[in-house]
T-cell receptor, first 114, second 117 residues
Framework: GENVEQHPSTLSVQEGDSAVIKCTYSDSASNYFPWYKQELGKRPQLIID?????GEKKDQRIAVTLNKTAKHFSLHITETQPEDSAVYFC?????????????FGRGTSLIVHP | SAVISQKPSRDICQRGTSLTIQCQVD?????MFWYRQQPGQSLTLIATANQGSEATYESGFVIDKFPISRPNLTFSTLTVSNMSPEDSSIYLC??????????????FGEGSRLTVL
């Protein structure tokens, strides 16, 4: 089955700095790579995703890059703000038109200091 | 999108007892997923629940410990049986996006935080 590794486990930055979280996956068949944000005491929510036919996707301050050859993908947050503080989970899996059951990384706790 | 209501939101339970968690979705979905999130840990899939058939359990999870019901396309329950302190965790119900073209996005309930004494 799929195995997803996520690093770092904790990331502390100053407000305005950039933050990068990296994930690697093992199954070359995986084709959908979402990122979820979970604020303290809240449910996880999708913030951005990328499919294997795209190398990069951007949405305002967040972007995701995918390297299929190396089987890794990264989340980039620019101009971080205190409200970006949360746990971020990457996931990987095969989306084939039926249901998608991803494997999640262990999560990265991002702390943005004002 | 999908709106998911889950209850209870939290409970404190005694060792050896069982607790049933309910999950209600505002639209009909084929599959519902139950996840466990232990403190500071990732999301681990317990089982996938299809309406009208037995749930499919992931490695390390068994039906006797986590029986699941799926009586219709909008509702499911997860029971945590014969609880021990190791079962203290957040349990999350989840569904895939219900748009005409499934995107793969998962929607989660707010979770049920169980503490077993």
């Amino acid at each position: 089955g799929e195995n997803v590794e996520q690093h770092p486990s904790t990331l502390s930055v100053q407000e305005g700095d950039s933050a990068v979280i990296k994930c690697t996956y093992s199954d070359s068949a995986s084709n959908y790579f979402p990122w979820y944000k979970q604020e303290l005491g809240k449910r996880p929510q999708l913030i951005i995703d990328i499919r294997s036919n795209v190398g990069e996707k951007k949405d305002q301050r967040i972007a995701v890059t995918l390297n299929k050859t190396a089987k890794h993908f990264s989340l980039h947050i620019t101009e971080t703000q205190p409200e970006d503080s949360a746990v971020y989970f990457c996931a990987a899996g095969l989306s084939s038109g039926g249901s998608y059951i991803p494997t999640f990384g262990r999560g990265t706790s991002l702390i943005v200091h004002p | 999108s999908a709106v998911i209501s889950q209850k209870p939101s939290r409970d404190i339970c005694q060792r050896g007892t069982s607790l049933t968690i309910q999950c209600q979705v505002d639209s009909q979905v084929t599959m519902m997923f139950w996840y466990r999130q232990q403190p500071g840990q990732s999301l681990t899939l317990i089982a996938t629940a299809n309406q009208g058939s037995e749930a499919t359990y992931e490695s390390g999870f068994v039906i006797d410990k986590f029986p699941i019901s799926r009586p219709n396309l909008t509702f499911s329950t997860l029971t945590v049986s014969n609880m021990s302190p190791e079962d203290s965790s957040i349990y999350l119900c989840s569904v895939e996006g219900v748009a005409e073209t499934n995107t793969g996005e998962l929607f989660f309930g707010e979770g049920s935080r169980l503490t077993v004494l």
